[in-house]
């Protein structure tokens, strides 16, 4: 057994007993289990809004962007800070709503804003189909990371079954505190180790970082700069997705979710300013991958993911490549934690409740969420093993989901919200509909709009869907408005 | 209230701003002026941010442990 395998299982083992530990001292009641009982501290929350910068799909897919792609790699440093400055008005409202009617997930909060039921179980649909395979790429990363750092001892498909089952357990047991705690071990350990491979890579190879960018724009003209055209990589792809993305960033189910943790509102406008310099951290990814790009050539297609483990084991020992692959193995468990946790609760407390037994008592809904964990697991274990290529498209097809959400959310928290529950209703599910049919036909605005002027055809495509989204929204909102325009901002009784 | 317009900014710079940037000389810090570009409104952001923090009355309240808006 190597050492770096034997450091990645023993982080691994720490991480189960951190996530079991977490339960101690609580009782594991649905508002536990779901928000932590609304008792976390800055910390906490700024960690868990943190943790969802650094899953594999940025450790990996932020190297293997830069790797691959060059220059488009910037924008997840610039979607996210524009996220940051749109929490800090959106947030503390929605915080203090979740407080007041003791919400527990992001469709409760729909259906109580809205009062409808339905609308409730939409958006928890969407969440899930949105979710399933967010989950898939986390353990798709922990698959790549254990198979290539265990130098093959494990295979993919061993790793990504015991790290589904690591992460079930301690959900099952301590719910979103296990993740909370992890968090904190999963970003001190890549903190470290992000920082120091982002500096020390460029200056062993290339002698200092304006040497690195110098080699590669010598041998590589245009891969540092946007392009003027191309769908996914021009200037006008960047300024759409950043806004896009940036919009639809809190609308993740477990994002929104984690929201509802916060022990007062005033640390979402605290985060908001430390939150930007935070995940600059980034950067030093972008540079292990640019780093990859002349001493690592060749990889290709989904295998540029690779590019920063390739690089770290031809450049260091085995230890240290354990040590890495030990914070990558947290990048994929603790935001998997995360999305189980949310989905299960999802499937328990708005689709069961919701839909099938509307008198279900917390304690049974509880139940449930932690008897749907495993399944939850297990379906996201095999779309992993069987999905295949579809699961990128999947990813982004779930995000431009989640950003559908985003026009009800804003209006539903206006003082006076004009905004009804049948135009919320038909508005996402028109979106959510051409964002299927735009992605699965793979369509892009150029070929739907193509009188458009060349430079806008490269808009994101989640562009089309938003818009339309919103003007069935104002249109059924308009022809639905209530005799007496009381606005339905009003708090509905339990 | 015009506090909040310094939140502008940001979408201002990042947006609108690159396509005047995008460029990889001169290197700043070692990194194309692009990138360097999105890297300081990242840190121009936070400090923003922290202004606005000052700025907010919201805040001010909230020695006390309770911000102005908090309603029972």
């Not at chain 1, 709503?97 to 527990?104: E, F, G, N, P, T």
């Not at chain 1, 989640?462 to 009381?486: C, E, R, Y």
Request: proline residues 4%.
């Amino acid at each position: 057994m190597s050492s770096a395998l034997i450091i990645i299982i023993a982080v691994t083992l720490f991480a189960l007993y951190l996530g079991i530990r977490a339960r101690r001292g609580h009782d594991m009641n649905l508002e536990q289990w779901t928000v932590g009982g609304r008792s976390f501290g800055t910390a906490f929350v700024f960690l868990l809004m943190a943790g969802e910068i650094y899953t594999t799909f940025t450790f990996l897919g932020g190297s293997g962007f830069a790797y691959g792609k060059g220059a488009p790699v910037y924008y997840i440093l610039a979607y996210a800070t524009l996220a940051y400055v749109l929490s800090y008005w959106l947030l503390p409202p929605v915080w203090r709503y979740a407080k007041a009617h003791r919400l527990v997930s992001q469709p409760h909060f729909f259906a109580r804003k809205y009062d409808s039921d339905a609308l409730g179980v939409m958006v928890a649909i969407v969440d899930v189909a949105a979710l399933i395979p967010y989950l898939v790429l986390q353990l798709k990363g922990l698959g790549i990371i254990v198979a290539t750092t265990s130098y093959g001892a494990i295979s993919s498909t061993a790793a990504i079954w015991i790290g589904a089952a690591v992460v079930t357990v301690y959900v099952m047991a301590s719910g979103v505190r296990g993740s909370a705690w992890n968090s904190v071990v999963k970003d001190l350990l890549i903190l470290g180790v992000v920082l120091f491979l982002g500096i020390y890579l460029p200056i062993h190879h290339y002698g200092s970082l304006g040497n690195m960018f110098h080699a590669i724009d010598t041998a590589r003209p245009g891969f540092l700069t946007f392009p003027d055209k191309g769908a996914s990589s021009s200037v006008v792809w960047f300024q759409s997705t950043v806004l896009l993305t940036a919009l639809g960033f809190f609308m993740w189910p477990h994002t929104f979710g984690s929201v509802f943790t916060a022990k007062d509102e005033r640390i979402f406008r605290r985060n908001a300013m430390v939150l930007p310099i935070y995940q600059l951290i980034l950067l030093f990814v972008f540079f292990v991958g640019f780093a990859a790009t002349l001493t690592v050539p060749g990889l290709t297609g989904g295998n540029i993911d690779l590019s920063l483990f390739r690089l770290t084991i031809q450049t260091f020992d085995p230890w240290f490549v354990g040590v890495v692959g030990a914070a990558g193995v947290l990048t994929a468990l603790v935001p998997g934690s995360m999305i189980l946790t949310t989905a299960s609760t999802l499937i328990a407390n708005d689709i069961y409740r919701g839909l099938l037994q509307r008198d279900a008592s917390d304690a049974r809904v509880t139940k449930l969420a932690r008897f749907m964990v495993p399944v939850v697991a297990v379906v996201a274990v095999l779309f992993t093993l069987h999905g295949g290529e579809t699961i990128v498209a999947l990813l982004l097809m779930g995000y431009n989901f989640v950003t559908q959400l985003f026009p009800a959310v804003v209006c539903s928290l206006a003082a006076r919200n004009r905004a009804t529950k049948q135009g919320a209703f038909c508005g996402i599910a028109v979106g959510v509909l051409v964002v299927a049919t735009t992605t699965i036909m793979h369509l892009s605005v150029g070929q739907l709009l193509p009188f458009l002027p060349d430079a806008l055809k490269d808009v994101n495509i989640g562009f089309v869907a938003l818009t339309l989204n919103v003007i069935v929204f104002a249109i059924v909102s308009a022809l639905t408005q209530p005799h007496a325009q009381a606005g339905q901002s009003r708090a509905q009784p339990r | 209230m015009s506090f909040r317009l310094l939140a502008v900014l940001p979408f201002i710079g990042i947006l609108l701003g690159v396509p005047f940037v995008n460029r990889v000389e001169p290197l700043v810090l070692g990194m194309p002026l692009v990138l360097a570009w999105i890297v300081m409104w990242v840190v121009l952001t936070a400090a923003i941010m922290a202004l606005v923090y000052r700025l907010d009355p919201a805040n001010r309240a909230a020695a006390e442990g309770r911000t102005a808006e908090d309603r029972p």
